[in-house]
């Protein structure tokens, strides 16, 4: 059974950053991509970052390009979001999530709970 529990979420202020990790744990971590959603109240879920199987290749929502980095560590089965210079825009629930390498949440099958960041002005 996959499991993936986010941590590092809280709030900041505008400017500020934070790292997300994502712990994965119930089949072979380096076997998958790994991203981040996020989902603002009264919003739909929306593509973040993702990052592939390899680690090599990466991609970013162009509302966080610049400012965030997606990054993983196979021997930790750990994937991180590095979020810098956080805008009140920002706040929203992160999901991590595992599958295949793309923007599309139908790509990917499972996902951890939520962590809560919110960016005060």
């Known amino acids: ?58 991609s970013y929502a162009d509302s966080v390009k610049g400012r965030f980095t997606i990054s993983k560590d196979n021997a930790k089965n750990t994937v991180y979001l590095q979020m810098d210079s956080l805008k009140p825009d920002d706040t929203a629930v992160y999901y991590c999530a595992q599958g295949v390498y793309s923007v599309l949440s139908t790509d990917f099958d499972s996902w951890g709970q939520g962590t809560q960041v919110t960016v005060s002005s």
Do not use: D, H, N
Request: positive net charge; hydrophobic residues 40%; contains cysteine.
């Open 1 to 58: 059974q996959v499991q993936l529990v986010e941590s590092g979420g809280g709030l900041v202020q505008a400017g500020g950053s934070l790292r997300l990790s994502c712990a994965a744990s119930g089949r072979t971590f380096s076997r998958y991509a790994m991203g981040w959603f996020r989902q603002a109240p009264g919003k739909e879920r929306e593509f973040v970052a993702v990052i592939s199987v390899s680690g090599r290749s990466t």
